[in-house]
């Protein structure tokens, strides 16, 4: 019930190509999901989170798309660059529950110039 | 402003002995949480602070780890008598408020010989 499952493990795009990222949950409950970019040896910075009362959020070229019937939530990079190669995390959260975070196992991606 | 603060950055410890791990919060940041990261894994809770109720624990491994937070500022993560399991990145988050957005340190990278 507490966990996020994130797919794929690890994903290699080429530039300007689309990244996509996929999580699933089972908690209906969670009512926060941020996605987060960690590049090694440094900690992870929110990238971007959505509440389930919208379908999709855009800031930039990361999209959230939350599918609250299947209880999926995807984050995809659009152009993706070189740059952008990190790994990332979704999580989720009960915000009634002291608002501690259920993280995804990670997906590490490189793009390719 | 200053971010949140880890330190130290790395530490190498004996098996059986016990580390000190310290964590800056935002000034101001009222949430303070601790997360476990193993090599390749995702994040796990291990503990959370909000202002003067009690922390949840819930997250704590076993009952040789223990934190302490002094009101609103320094916190520290204490593992005694560390096992070789005990190797991973630890890292500290602080949010404005309980169901904030949480941002990270740099974590501390423990290994346990």
């Known amino acids: 019930q507490q966990q996020v499952k994130q797919s794929p493990q690890s994903l290699i795009v080429q530039k300007g190509g689309i990244s996509i990222i996929n999580c699933a949950y089972e908690?209906?409950?969670?009512?926060?999901f941020p996605w987060y970019q960690q590049f090694p040896g440094k900690g992870p910075a929110l990238l971007i989170a959505?509440?389930?009362?919208?379908s999709e959020k855009k800031e930039g070229r990361f999209t959230i798309s939350f599918n609250k019937s299947a209880k999926q939530f995807s984050l995809h990079i659009m152009d993706s660059q070189p740059g952008d190669s990190a790994t990332y995390f979704c999580?989720?959260?009960?915000?009634?529950?002291?608002?501690?975070?259920?993280f995804g196992q990670g997906t590490t991606l490189q793009v390719k110039p | 402003g200053a971010g949140v603060s880890q330190s130290p950055s790395n530490k190498v410890t004996e098996k059986g002995k016990d580390v000190e791990l310290r964590c800056d919060p935002i000034?101001?940041?009222?949430?303070l949480y601790w997360y476990r990261q193993r090599l390749g894994q995702g994040l796990e809770f291990l503990i959370y602070f909000q202002g003067n109720s009690a922390p949840d624990k819930s997250g704590l491994p076993s009952d040789r780890f223990s934190a302490e937070r002094t009101g609103e500022s320094v916190s520290t993560l204490t593992i005694q008598r560390t096992q070789q399991e005990d190797s991973a990145v630890y890292l500290c988050a602080s949010s404005y408020q309980g169901n904030g957005e949480q941002y990270f340190g740099p974590g501390t990278r423990l290994t346990v010989t």
């Open positions: 999580a989720a959260r009960r915000s009634s529950n002291t608002g501690k975070l259920i």
């Open positions: 959505i509440r389930p009362d919208v």
């Open positions: 000034s101001g940041h009222t949430a």
């Open positions: 908690n209906t409950a969670f009512d926060y």
